[in-house]
């Protein structure tokens, strides 16, 4: 597909938000993230804080974004986590594809429950996708998320991601939506 895997850029901003990679201090908000209900709902379910914890100190808080295209969300004033937002490449060994050759990129995102509602999610996956749409050549991106998770699904109609097909998985229908990256551009 492409040479370029994913999007090179470390750090950017948007009106209210930096993208960043991860420090030490990240660690709680980190943690919020996959242990809290809410925000596992659609996402296989809160996991076990201690098993988190262990992971967390196994890798170091501040590698969890060590991969191109992962990025905290903070808040641009306070620099508090709000979230983390990922744009990498579907791995070929998922369901959900719109290429033959697989690895499209693929937009995830996830917000504490304090900053939902304030078009925080819209406005980080907008800053990132422009960012790459600048960078790669145009090429399909992906979201991939439950189809009872409203939320999502209503941000990715939102970026225009269009919805492809239906499919299931971890014991639940998945909807699959695309875009084309160059439809990003500023
Ligand atoms: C999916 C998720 C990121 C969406 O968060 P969100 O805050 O609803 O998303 P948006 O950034 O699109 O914000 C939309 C809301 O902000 C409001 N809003 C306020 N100011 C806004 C602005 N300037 N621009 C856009 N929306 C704005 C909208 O009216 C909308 O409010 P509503 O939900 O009350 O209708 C969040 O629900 C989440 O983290 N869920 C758990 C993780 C998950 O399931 N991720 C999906 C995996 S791909």
């Known amino acids: 597909m492409n040479a370029s895997p994913a999007l ?4 950017f901003t948007s009106e209210r938000l930096r993208l960043r990679k991860a420090h030490d ?3 709680d908000g980190l943690i919020e993230l996959q242990t809290d209900p809410q925000v596992r709902l659609y996402l296989g379910g809160p996991r076990p804080r201690s098993a988190v914890e262990q992971r967390l100190d196994a890798i170091g ?7 191109p ?14 979230g983390t937002l990922v744009l990498d490449r579907r791995s070929p060994d998922l369901p959900g594809h719109v290429t033959e050759e697989c690895g499209e990129l693929e937009l995830t995102y996830l917000l504490r429950p304090s900053a939902w509602g304030a078009g925080l999610a819209f406005e980080a996956a ?3 996708l422009r960012a790459a749409a600048d960078e790669l050549p145009d090429q ?4 991939v998320t439950q189809t009872a998770n409203e939320r999502s699904l209503r941000l990715a ?3 225009g991601f269009q919805r492809v097909s239906t499919f299931e998985a971890y014991d639940a ?12 551009k500023a």
């Open 126 to 128: 907008t800053a990132a």
């Open 140 to 143: 399909p991106v992906l979201v």
């Open 157 to 159: 109609a939102l970026l």
């Open 25 to 27: 201090a990240d660690r």
């Open 69 to 82: 295209g992962t990025f905290v969300i903070a808040d641009k004033r306070t620099d508090q986590l709000l």
């Open 173 to 184: 229908e998945q909807t699959l939506a695309a875009a084309n990256l160059h439809s990003f």
């Open 8 to 11: 090179s850029a470390t750090e």
């Open 61 to 67: 808080t501040a590698n969890v974004t060590n991969k």
